[in-house]
């Protein structure tokens, strides 16, 4: 039986049900209008479309860099690794170097190196959704590794454990 929304119940009580529902981890970059890059966690990554090859990611409209993604060209998706909790957490805090380290070209948005997959996408339609926009892109590069995701869970990061099929705990929380 599905629960009546009212206008008491709390966003950390939906939050928390919308959180029984895995996802994986990845971070976005991008360039700001000044080329100067940009980038944040995101767990709402959703294939969309094979013809055309169509992706979508959502931005709280509350972030810092909302309207540099709002209005960016490009943007490239990194699906993190078991092993990259650090990125995970880095990209997932507000302000500081979130780059260092990473190897940028300065051409386009730099992919996060040792991910399960990366996607290069030219902007290819937004659209406002309640508190958030859903930015979607057309790949137009691809790449896949043979690594094992960063999961989402019930407001934690996990890492999943082929070897016994069963979920590992990472400690801690997600900043976010």
């Known amino acids: 039986m599905c629960r009546v929304l009212e206008e008491s119940a709390t966003s950390k009580a939906l939050r928390q049900t919308f959180g029984k529902f895995a996802t994986g981890v990845a971070v976005v970059t991008a360039r ?7 980038g944040m966690t995101i767990n709402s990554f ?7 090859a169509l992706v979508s990611w959502c931005v709280n409209r509350a972030a810092l860099s909302y309207m540099d993604f709002a209005n960016c060209t ?12 650090e990125i995970a957490d880095r990209f997932a805090r507000r302000g500081g170097n979130k780059f260092e380290g990473i190897t940028d ?4 948005s730099p992919a996060i190196a040792g991910g399960c997959a990366v996607f290069c996408c030219d902007s290819y ?34 890492e999943y454990v082929r070897t016994n099929e069963s979920f ?8 976010g």
């Open 32 to 38: 700001d209008h000044q080329r100067r890059l940009i």
């Open 46 to 52: 959703c294939s969309i479309s094979l013809n055309p």
């Open 74 to 85: 490009d943007f490239t998706i990194t699906v993190l690794a078991a092993n990259q909790r």
């Open 105 to 108: 070209d300065g051409v386009g």
């Open 125 to 158: 339609n937004r659209i406002l959704l309640g508190d958030h926009m859903m930015l979607i892109g057309k790949v137009n590069h691809f790449e896949q590794y043979n690594r094992e995701p960063l999961i989402f869970t019930q407001g934690e990061l996990v």
């Open 168 to 175: 590992r705990r990472a400690s801690g929380l997600c900043a």
